[in-house]
């Protein structure tokens, strides 16, 4: 079966540090991954999604960026990191061929705290 | 630009009763999903319901229902015999009709937070 894990679970961090976030899928190949970030009040925004190592896509500007070394590898980082960065941080694989449900499998989240 | 609302920002329901979870979508897509995720909490978001736009009967999952009405463009979420364990937010989704790869991206509401009371 298909799992995915995300660590740490909880980081606070100074401003102007640098951030590393990972994401692992296990039990699937060629997922399309993704991270969001989950605002009280407003919802889950997608920040970046990736069909393939190598290949990201931005859907908003920001100070962040990610990573795909490997297959089932996402990485999200930051150079130095700013107050507005702090937040609840949700990595999602799925199904990356035609015929998959377009259903999201989550993991456990990261809660950054920017100080 | 596909969005997606959810005006409850919190709700309330005694154990055993039924609560109707609103949402209601815009779009100018005719091929789409609609998807229903609840995240307990401190633990992972899963799926709860999933309804495919071309398909005229409503989604059903044990106590879990939706009522699907294309034309206005609504998507609630009933929970029938509520449990303490159906305590959660709750977060309406939408997703643009795909073929594979990179277009399955999920648009997420703002959430509403269900308490189930004993």
């Known amino acids: 079966s298909q799992t995915i894990h995300q660590w740490p679970a909880t980081l606070v961090q100074p401003v102007g540090s640098p951030l590393s976030l990972e994401c692992t899928v296990e039990g699937t190949s060629n997922p399309n991954l993704y991270w969001y970030r989950q605002a009280a009040g407003r919802g889950l925004q997608l920040l970046f999604y990736s069909v393939g190592i190598g290949q990201i896509s931005s859907e908003v500007p920001q100070n962040l960026s990610a990573s795909r070394p490997q297959d089932r590898q996402f990485i999200l980082s930051s150079k130095k990191l700013l107050l507005s960065d702090s937040g609840f941080y949700l990595c999602a694989w799925s199904e990356g061929l035609a015929g998959g449900t377009g259903e999201l499998f989550f993991g456990e989240g990261s809660r950054l705290t920017v100080l | 630009a596909q969005t997606v609302t959810q005006s409850q920002p919190e709700m309330s329901v005694q154990e055993a009763e039924t609560v109707t979870l609103s949402c209601t979508y815009d779009t100018s897509e005719n091929n789409y999903y609609l998807f229903w995720y609840k995240q307990p909490p401190s633990r992972q978001m899963i799926l709860v319901i999933r309804q495919e736009a071309y398909k005229q009967q409503n989604a059903t999952e044990n106590r879990f229902s939706v009522n699907f009405q294309k034309a206005a463009k609504s998507f609630s979420l009933k929970i029938s015999d509520s449990q303490l364990g159906d305590t959660a937010m709750y977060f309406c989704?939408?997703?643009?009709?795909?073929?594979?790869?990179?277009?399955?991206?999920?648009?997420f509401g703002t959430g509403t937070l269900l308490a189930v009371q004993p």
């Open positions: 989704a939408f997703m643009k009709d795909y073929y594979g790869g990179a277009t399955n991206k999920l648009i």
